[in-house]
């Protein structure tokens, strides 16, 4: 009876583990049941749509705003127009750059252009005077005066704070033109003085051994 | 629930930042240049103008990956005069007392290529939303255009030689005057490089 009762007990509890076991099992089935539809339910179908709309929207608006056009084609035809007939002595190129500064009513800068450019310095060739000291046996070479024969502003070197208006570029250039004039009218002494002193040594380098074949004691002076 | 949503918000949030990483570039460049004055002794004798008529198209295109929208394309126009000055440069000039010849050397465009302003004429097609379009490009348009003038005038002998010849007239004539001043007359030949 006892025995009877010990097997008994024991199915009971070999039945009783059983059913904890089971009940584990059962519970395990449910979690992984439970995290698979927790999963199916985090990436829902409008979810996933939602997420792929966003990143393909993304990328549209960075390839129109930042990203360069693929490909570029550049086509320049040129005609000549006009020849004439010139006759300058171009004796100095100044490479320079500068800001031009814009400001309005009161006093806040508006538009700032950096730009690099030259002048170039020179003389009227055809208007160069001889004349000769028969008496002190002088041939004298008088150049006329230096004047500011172009001035150039490099299209490439532009750069505009704020960044401006495409269909405004010419203006743009035109500012900076007469920005860099400005500058070498007023204050270009020593520019002028050196294109001057280049003019001088050039024709006394080129006439100097013309005048000394005619021989006759000649002497050359240019100023 | 809750925390699902907490993970959703931060999962796109990092998948945002991957776009703007993916789209991200990064460039750098630094230049230095040392200008210098230029004296010189060119003597120009031939300044030529030229209709230059430029014409710059840019096709953009939306990149998916493995594949591509096409966008219209932009287009920019501009007809414009340049002129250049062609002569000799003087110091190349060869005196040979020996044989009493002056070397006239070939001719070279003097300065830069320049440009008249108030001929521009510029017009502008199919600009998009966030055309890279700006002054920056439109003047490296006309940079460009402008060495290709240099070019094609360099590689013109007939321009080249008439500026030559024109530069022989106008130094004989300089050394003619020199020779009646002083009551001689000059012997001098010419001779082209």
Known sequence: MANNNLENNIIIEDNKSDNQSNEKLDAKEKDAKSNKKSLLNFFTPKFIITITTIIVAILIIFNLFFNNGTSSRTVVTSMLQDQKVISELSTLIVPCGGIYEEKNDKGKEILDIAYSGTVEYGLDFSQINISTDEENKKIIVKIPSIYIKEVYIDPSSISLIPEGKYNKTTEYLQKCKDDLSSKFTNNSDEMYNLAKSTAVETLSSFLDPIVKNIGDGYDLIVE | ?193
């Open chain 2, 1 to 193: 629930m809750r925390s699902q949503l907490i993970i959703k918000k931060l999962l796109l949030a990092f998948l945002i930042c991957i776009c703007f990483v993916a789209c991200k570039k990064n460039a750098t460049t630094k230049e230095f240049s040392l200008l210098e004055l230029q004296r010189m002794s060119k003597l120009s004798t031939l300044k030529c103008s030229f209709k230059n008529v430029l014409v710059h198209e840019d096709e953009h295109q939306i990149n998916l990956g493995i594949t591509a929208i096409p966008l219209p394309k932009e287009k920019y126009f501009c007809e414009y005069i340049a002129y250049a000055n062609i002569g000799i440069d003087m110091k190349k000039i060869n005196y040979n007392e020996a044989t009493q010849t002056i070397t006239i050397p070939k001719a070279e465009i003097i300065g830069e290529i320049n440009y008249d302003l108030s001929s521009f004429n510029e017009k502008f097609y199919h600009k998009l939303i966030g055309s890279k379009q700006n002054v920056e490009t439109i003047t490296s348009h006309l940079k460009y255009s402008l060495d290709e003038l240099k070019k094609t005038i360099e590689s013109n002998d007939s321009i080249m030689n008439k500026a030559q010849n024109i530069a022989e007239t106008q130094i004989e004539e300089l050394i003619n005057n020199v020779y009646t001043v002083a009551g001689r007359k000059s012997n001098f030949k010419y001779i082209l490089e």
